[in-house]
C-alpha cells in the first residue's frame, strides 16, 4: 500500500488550492479515506474523510470551506480547500486503514500568507 500527496503550495489567504492522494497496492473504493494535517508545534488533527459509501465527515474547522472527493477510477481522493485561513497552514497527510494496518502518504505542505 502506498499514498502519495501532491498539489500542495504557498497561497494568499483567501485563496483556493486542491490537493490529492493517489494509493496504489489496495481496491481504492473499498476503503475509507482520510486527510489530517499537522501545524509546526502541534499535533496531528483531523480534518476530513469519505467512507465506502462517499459520506463525508470534516472536522468543524473547515466545514464548508473544504470538501472531500474521491475518483475511484484514478484511485486518488481530493480535498478542494477554498477560502483558506493562515491557520490552514500545515501539511496535509492522507490516510487509509486497510488490512489492519494504518497507511500514511509522506504528506503536502500547504502553507497560507
Known amino acids: 500500500v502506498q499514498l502519495v500527496e501532491s498539489g500542495g503550495g504557498l497561497v494568499q489567504p483567501g485563496e483556493s488550492l486542491r490537493v490529492s492522494c493517489a494509493g496504489t497496492?489496495?481496491?481504492?473504493?473499498?476503503?475509507?479515506m482520510t486527510w489530517v494535517r499537522q501545524a509546526p508545534g502541534k499535533e496531528r488533527e483531523f480534518v476530513s474523510s469519505?467512507?465506502?459509501?462517499?459520506?463525508?465527515a470534516y472536522a468543524d474547522s473547515v466545514k464548508g470551506r473544504f470538501a472531500i472527493s474521491q475518483d475511484n477510477a484514478k484511485n486518488t481522493v481530493y480535498l478542494q480547500m477554498n477560502g483558506l485561513k493562515p491557520e490552514d497552514t500545515a501539511m496535509y497527510f492522507c490516510?487509509?486503514?486497510?488490512?489492519?494496518?494504518?497507511?500514511w502518504g509522506q504528506g503536502t505542505q500547504v502553507t497560507v500568507s
Open positions: 497496492g489496495f481496491t481504492f473504493s473499498n476503503y475509507a
Open positions: 490516510k487509509t486503514d486497510c488490512r489492519g494496518s494504518s497507511f
Open positions: 469519505i467512507n465506502k459509501p462517499g459520506i463525508a
